[in-house]
């Protein structure tokens, strides 16, 4: 004989479906109900840095911070007792952002001014792909990110090549200009190399010398193959990605090279050209 169902259990799963059933009726009122509130929050913030606004409707703006915020902490519980491993949930990505959405009005107690950072509720926005649930939207966005965790490495070996770069740039920039230019310590050559190998320029420091500025002039034509090849990689693992999610059987590998990499209606091998056969 099956037990009966408690009363909190009957509870749990009611909450279940309303904040993790994009398909129920219920589910999907919460889902835009919680998409319009993240958006009123992220304007809220934006309205109170705008001295004019805020000396006006401080009050209002704050009220309305907490009301929202006070609606984030309990949709927060919960999502956490709603679940069968709320520690799994509460460790993930989104669970992580859920808690940072709520932490800020609450620091603003002891740290005037925290409330500002209940702007990063806008990463609240990610969800957005959840609620809509469209397939192509869900497999391009797994795609990129399977291409950005195989290209981290080679990534993380460009970015130690720049930093690399920049310290000895940044060195010999001082060595050229010194002081008179602007170039004071290597620090704050280092910090000119990086905003021109960026091409920001904010023109705060430049050189004064031909060397130095011909120095500057390769700096700059490096920063545009800096930009480009972080870009080139990730692009690079994307396309490989998109060729295996389109290959053919294993039984229509190449005969002559055994490459399996072929998109579906391929005639022949793009490896070595051989013809494939079915």
Known sequence: MRKAKSQYEIFREKIKIILYGTNTVLGRLFDLVLLGLILLSVLLVMMETVQGINQKYHSELLICEWVITAFFTIEYILRIISIQKP?????????????????????????????????????????????????QISHQSLQLREAIEASKEKILVFIYFVLISTVIIGSIMYIIEGKETGFTSIPISIYWTIVTLTTVGYGDISPGTPLGQF???????????????????????????????????????CQICGSQLHFDNAKFCHECGSELHA
């Open 87 to 135: 520690v799994r949930y509460i460790f993930s990505f989104y669970g992580i952002i859920d808690l940072l959405a709520v932490l800020p009005m609450y620091l603003s107690l002891f740290f005037p001014g925290a409330s500002i950072l209940s702007i990063v509720r806008a990463l609240r926005f990610f969800r957005l792909f959840k609620i809509l649930h469209i397939p």
């Open 215 to 253: 120095v500057a002039s390769l700096v700059m034509i490096l920063g545009y193959g800096i930009i480009a090849v972080p870009t080139g990689i990730v692009t690079a693992e994307f396309a490989k990605k998109s060729l295996r999610d389109n290959t053919v059987t294993t039984k229509n590998s």
